[in-house]
């Protein structure tokens, strides 16, 4: 084998090998991120209702 055909036969490769370097970017979000605490606050309201009519039930008869 020619001595200076071996390096050319490897550009090709490494040139396919620094292609494939992977790559991580870190960006920031454009909108600020919201966190939707609905579900919380409705479970928050419920327990009061419920715990509330129960002691209406108790104090009161319905008959």
Known sequence: MDRARIP???????????ACAPRVEVVA????????????????VRLHIE???KQDVESKSIF
């Open 8 to 18: 050319l036969r490897l550009v090709p490769v490494a040139l396919v090998a620094a």
């Open 29 to 44: 979000p454009r909108e600020p991120i919201t966190i939707n605490l609905n579900i919380k606050l409705d479970a928050d």
């Open 51 to 53: 715990e509330k009519a």
